[in-house]
């Protein structure tokens, strides 16, 4: 039996959420212990290692602002980098700042009970027992993967792989037969990368998804140096922006549908030949507004039209929901990818994958043969990770139990019934309707002021009150209600996995939510019970 170690916070994950928790806490002189179940620091980073793994924030946006030096020594290499940078980046913020020495690695929680009488949270992981006052979940928004249950999956002889959980060791497809299940974000950057190796490649699409050209590049050495003698107006610029994300395309009040035909064309081509998100905002009734959102999906249909070669090929890869319902995708030659030879695209929407097989799968009533299955089949996502660690608040009330009509939290920071715990991005806050390291960094602020402030209180527990997490789920969902964003089938949604509760989950709009926040830590935590 493992001695049990105590401390004031145990921090869950050593992603970007849980180093700078444990950064800032150990700064206030807070006993903090990490906990992380890979074996180095990361998180998202760490295990999405597939090929073309790549972030679609610009990189000098998607870095953290906390620390001025490190803001100016680190230098990006590309306009989005790739996996191996961003891991890089992780593992130099751990180093500098002696992070790795308050993890235990290779440590999965398995259980998180809350003592009522001590109100204290005992973590149970595979390695050790911790005893702690507060328990700050930095578990990532999209770290639990989905690998549906595919029937006849062990028979399978060859290899599998999903790209959430990709290998540490290089995986070489070089002459072999490849399948990918799934065309959302991670198959758009994985499929033109994995093609450049394989003999064969076939796409397995259930639902084909809009991308638009990331153009992704060498990073501008001017650029990079402008930016950083600017870099605090433009971080302020960046959290006053509804996305959390500076484009270098203002944003406007214009609607698609009113606007001329050429005028419309110049702009949606000037906006496709630069790259990335800055597309989606061309118009500001997008997410608003039917007419004009499926002029700007059907401008995207041409511009698939145009470039697959195989008109075929072409319909099935245009989308007809809407435009931006789904988190949108960016690649690099996604779409001339299905001009090679050597890659096929089966459209699975009638059916599904039926069966897998011993020597590949079954679909669309064809028997077909592999080397290897890529399932890139997403995420159990904002919950998940969440739901994993088996939490029990009071009374032997689980989180599994007080989230079975979807989470329910105040601010995405607080759980009725669970006090003391902290959610970093959880679900109800902006997370990943923005720029993830900007709204970590905000959320680990405010855990930060919240435990000085308790301290200096000499209170010992924190908990949202049910009244404040139902008003503010209601909240999240009439914004959402206003957007075209709940008429798809979105993991926002949890609509992705079977049996999940249809909840839109994030919030939409980051400044006003900052400023809830601040509002509530000085109007005393109101919202939540303090003892
Ligand atoms: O996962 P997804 P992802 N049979 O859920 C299909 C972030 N990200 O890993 O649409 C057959 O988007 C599913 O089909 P359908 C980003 O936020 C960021 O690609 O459900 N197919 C879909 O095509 C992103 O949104 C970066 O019909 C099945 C695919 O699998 C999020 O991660 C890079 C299936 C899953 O797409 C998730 O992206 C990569 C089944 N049973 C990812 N089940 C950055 O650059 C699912 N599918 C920052």
């Known amino acids: 039996m493992s001695l049990v170690e105590e401390c004031d916070v145990v921090v869950v994950g050593a992603g970007f959420g849980g180093l700078y928790s444990l950064y800032l806490l150990r700064q206030e002189g807070f006993d903090v212990k990490g906990v992380e179940r890979g074996d180095g620091v990361g998180g998202t980073w760490y295990w999405n290692r597939y090929p073309g793994a790549r972030c679609d924030v610009e990189s000098l946006q998607y870095s953290y602002s906390f620390d001025p030096e490190l803001q100016q020594e680190w230098e990006w290499t590309e306009r989005y980098a790739g996996q191996p940078e961003i891991l890089k980046y992780a593992e130099h913020v751990s180093d500098r700042f002696d992070l790795e020495s308050l993890i235990a690695f290779n440590s999965t929680v398995e259980a998180a009970d809350y003592d009522e009488i001590t109100n204290t949270w005992t973590i149970t992981t595979n390695r050790d027992t ?5 328990l700050v979940a930095a578990t990532g928004c999209l770290s639990t993967t989905n690998l549906p249950d595919f029937e006849g999956l062990a028979n399978f002889e060859g290899d599998v792989y999903h790209t959430g959980r990709w290998p540490h060791q290089t995986v070489d497809f070089s002459g072999r037969r490849v399948a990918v299940v799934g065309t959302g974000s991670s198959a758009v950057q994985a499929i033109p990368v994995i093609a450049e190796q394989a003999s064969q490649l076939t796409v397995f699409q259930r639902t084909p998804n809009y991308s638009v050209p990331a153009r992704n590049q060498p990073l501008d050495p001017r650029v990079q140096a402008e930016t950083k003698e600017n870099y605090d107006e433009l971080r302020h610029a960046a959290r006053i922006e509804r996305s959390g994300i500076l484009s270098i395309f203002p944003p406007n009040e214009d609607s698609a549908k009113e606007a001329h035909s050429s005028e419309f064309d110049a702009r949606m081509d000037e906006r496709w030949e630069h790259g990335g998100f800055g597309f989606y905002r061309a118009y500001a009734d997008i997410g608003i507004d039917t007419t004009s959102n499926e002029r700007i999906a059907e401008y995207v249909r041409g ?14 890869l245009a989308p007809t929901n809407t435009i931006a319902c789904k988190r949108p995708c960016l ?24 069966q897998i097989t011993k020597t590949g799968l079954r679909a669309d009533g064809q028997d077909f043969e592999f080397d290897a299955l890529i399932f890139a089949t997403g995420f159990d996502a904002m919950t998940g990770a969440l739901l994993k660690m088996n939490i029990t608040g009071k009374g032997g009330c689980t989180l599994e139990d007080a989230w079975s009509a979807g989470p329910r939290t105040y601010l995405g920071l607080g759980v009725p019934e669970f006090p003391n715990l902290f959610t970093v991005t959880g679900p109800g806050s902006p997370s990943v309707l923005t720029n993830m390291i900007l709204a970590i960094e905000q959320h680990v602020e405010w855990i930060r002021d919240c435990l000085v402030a308790m301290r200096q209180q000499n209170l010992i527990s924190i908990e949202a009150t049910a009244t404040a997490a139902d008003s503010w ?16 089938n979105s993991w926002y949604l949890g609509a992705n996995i079977p049996g999940k509760t249809r909840v839109f989950m994030p919030l939409i709009g980051y400044p006003p939510y900052a400023e809830k926040c601040r509002q509530v830590a000085e109007n005393n935590y109101e919202g939540f019970r303090l003892e």
Do not use: K, M, W
């Open 130 to 134: 911790y005893r702690s006052r507060f």
């Open 331 to 354: 690649d690099t030659h996604y779409y001339e990818t299905f001009n090679s030879e050597h890659v096929n695209l089966v459209d699975i929407s009638d059916g599904g994958i039926e």
């Open 303 to 316: 511009q698939i039209s145009q470039v697959v070669d195989d008109p075929e090929t072409a319909r099935l």
């Open 473 to 488: 789920v209601d909240h999240v969902n009439s914004i959402a209600d206003q957007t075209l964003y709940p008429t798809c």
